[in-house]
């Protein structure tokens, strides 16, 4: 296992009175693939959120050991693009944000998510799933060494779903490091080195699949994810019936 690149310690979340994370520590080694996963609302997005800094924990810390600050690249679940520029347009113009160190051409990007022939085209008339590999390119647009992806193959069909995760592999082969959530599981489990497995705002698992299967008696993720549910449903039933 490689060095902790990302380390979250205690991080919580509160929405006026509502928690929405509760103490939650989470840490990614250099070079493995981190999948979280967890049902509608249970917290990805919002832990994602604030290991990234766009927002702040309530209490808690997030740290990156390895790095002189943050070393990441960030796509969002969602991302609006102005609808009146072209996908050409939009990735010269983001990359010129970036550290020239870390700038990647936008033709090669624009290529891995197949949008090269599309580069003319306003982004006002993507299908969704354009957007979204659009979305992904910007991500991709910088050599960093941490890449964290919000619900990345939301909208993309079963083509474009291999052809993130063979992307993943081979960020993973040049020693990157990927953090992804998921709340469709099927999509993203064959590439996971490590799953976490958020519910109610709380980490209930955090294991290789292997592990995830032994403890859960269990030969899909699916299924694990199912009786952590119901083990959780059931025992808050119980707290509120004693
Ligand atoms: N800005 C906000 N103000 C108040 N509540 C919020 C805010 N953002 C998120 N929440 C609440 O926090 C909880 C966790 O939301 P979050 O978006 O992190 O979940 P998620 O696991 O990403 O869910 P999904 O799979 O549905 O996207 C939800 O109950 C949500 O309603």
Not at 185 to 208: C, N
Request: glycine content about 8%.
């Amino acid at each position: 296992m490689g060095k902790v690149i990302l380390q979250a310690s205690r991080v919580s979340k509160c929405y006026g009175k509502k928690q929405v994370l509760d103490k939650t520590d989470i840490s990614i080694s250099a070079g493995e693939c981190v999948v979280l996963c967890g049902g509608n609302g249970a917290g990805k997005s919002t832990l994602i959120r604030i290991l990234t800094g766009i927002e702040k924990g309530t209490t808690g810390k997030v740290a990156f050991p390895e790095a002189g600050g943050k070393s990441y690249s960030f796509m969002p679940d969602h991302m609006e693009f102005p609808k009146e520029m072209t996908a050409l347009e939009i990735l010269t113009y983001y990359r010129g944000f970036l550290d020239i160190g870390i700038r990647r051409a936008v033709e090669e990007v624009l290529r891995e998510v197949g949008l090269w022939e599309k580069r003319h085209q306003k982004i006002g008339s993507f299908s969704k799933g354009m957007a979204q590999r659009l979305n992904m390119a910007q991500a991709l647009l910088a050599d960093v060494e941490l890449y964290i992806f919000d619900e990345p193959t939301n909208g993309l069909d079963p083509y474009w779903v291999i052809a993130f995760k063979e992307m993943v592999e081979s960020l993973k082969h040049k020693g990157k490091t990927v953090l992804l959530t998921s709340h469709i599981m099927r999509d993203v489990v064959d590439i996971a080195d490590r799953v976490v497995v958020l519910f109610d705002g709380r980490i209930e698992a955090d294991d290789s699949l292997a592990g995830l299967y032994r403890t859960y008696q269990s030969s899909n993720l699916e299924e694990v994810f199912l009786r952590i549910m119901k083990k959780q449903h059931s025992s808050k039933a119980k707290a509120l019936s004693s």
